[in-house]
C-alpha cells in the first residue's frame, strides 16, 4: 500500500503561504500537517488560529493539525472552526486524554495522539480503540529540520502490534526527520503517514519530492 503523505508547512515560505499551499494542491499530498506550537509545551512558536484559517481557505486536501501546546482541550472547538480534519493532541499535554479525545470527536475531527521520542507506546494501549491516528514523534518537537531519531523504528513496530492485536484502525504517522533513506524502512516497519517538512520544502522541486515519497 502506498503511504500517506503530509507535508509540513512548518517549512513553507510563510511570505508566500498561499502559493506553497497551491504547490500542495496540485501535489500528491495526502494531507496538509499543520504544526501549532505555543512555546509552554515545546521551547518555540509557530502560528496560531488566523493562520490555519488562511491555509485552509486555499486548501484542497485536509489539514492534520498537530497541537504541541498545553492544555490542548481548550482549544479544540477552534481548530475545528478553522478547518481542521484531524486534531492530535499530545499525550504529555493531556491529564483527562480520553475525554479530550472524546471532545475531538463530538467537535468532527478525526481524533490523533501524538507521543514524544521518551513516550512508550504500551501508555497508548487503553485509548489506541478509540482514536484515529498516533502521530509519533521521530524528533523532538519543537523544530523543523531536525535529525531522525533511530528509535523510531522498534517504536512503530511495537505499536503496530498492538493496533493489530487490539483490532484498532488507527494510522501511525511518523513526525520529525523523514526523508528519501527512511521512509521505506518506516513503511516496512509498519508506519502509514509520513510527515515532512524540510525535506519536502526545502528541496529543488517540492512536487517531484513528494510524489518520490508516495513510491519510496
Ligand atoms: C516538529 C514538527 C514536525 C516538523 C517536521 O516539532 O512537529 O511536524 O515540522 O519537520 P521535518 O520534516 O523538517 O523534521
Ligand atoms: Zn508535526
Given at each position: ?41 515545546v ?73 514524544n521520542p521518551h ?18 514523534m521521530?524528533v523532538n518537537p519543537g523544530f523543523?529540520?531536525q535529525?531522525?531519531i ?26 520529525g ?40
Amino acid at each position: 500500500m502506498k503511504p500517506y503523505i503530509a507535508p509540513s508547512v512548518l517549512s513553507a515560505d510563510f511570505a508566500n503561504l498561499e502559493r506553497d499551499v497551491l504547490m500542495l494542491n496540485q501535489s500528491e499530498a495526502d494531507y496538509i500537517h499543520v504544526d501549532i506550537m505555543d512555546g509552554v509545551f515545546v521551547p518555540n512558536i509557530s502560528f496560531g488560529i488566523p493562520v490555519t484559517e488562511a491555509i485552509a481557505r486555499h486548501a484542497t486536501k485536509p489539514l492534520d493539525v498537530h497541537l504541541m501546546i498545553v492544555n490542548p482541550e481548550k482549544y479544540i472547538e477552534a481548530f475545528q472552526k478553522a478547518g481542521a480534519a484531524i486534531i492530535s493532541v499530545h499525550y504529555e499535554a493531556c491529564t483527562h486524554l480520553h475525554r479530550t479525545i472524546q471532545q475531538i470527536h463530538a467537535a468532527g475531527c478525526k481524533a490523533g495522539v501524538a507521543i514524544n521520542p521518551h513516550t512508550p507506546v504500551q501508555l497508548l494501549e487503553d485509548v489506541i480503540e478509540d482514536i484515529d491516528l498516533v502521530c509519533m514523534m521521530s524528533v523532538n518537537p519543537g523544530f523543523g529540520g531536525q535529525k531522525f531519531i533511530e528509535n523510531t523504528y522498534k517504536k512503530v513496530k511495537q505499536l503496530k502490534e498492538i493496533i493489530t492485536d487490539s483490532g484498532s484502525r488507527a494510522l501511525i504517522e511518523i513526525d520529525g526527520g523523514v526523508n528519501g533513506e527512511n521512509a521505506r524502512p518506516l513503511l516496512d516497519a509498519g508506519a502509514d503517514v509520513l510527515v515532512a517538512g524540510n525535506y519536502v520544502f526545502k528541496s529543488a522541486d517540492p512536487i517531484y519530492t513528494i510524489a518520490e515519497l508516495k513510491r519510496v
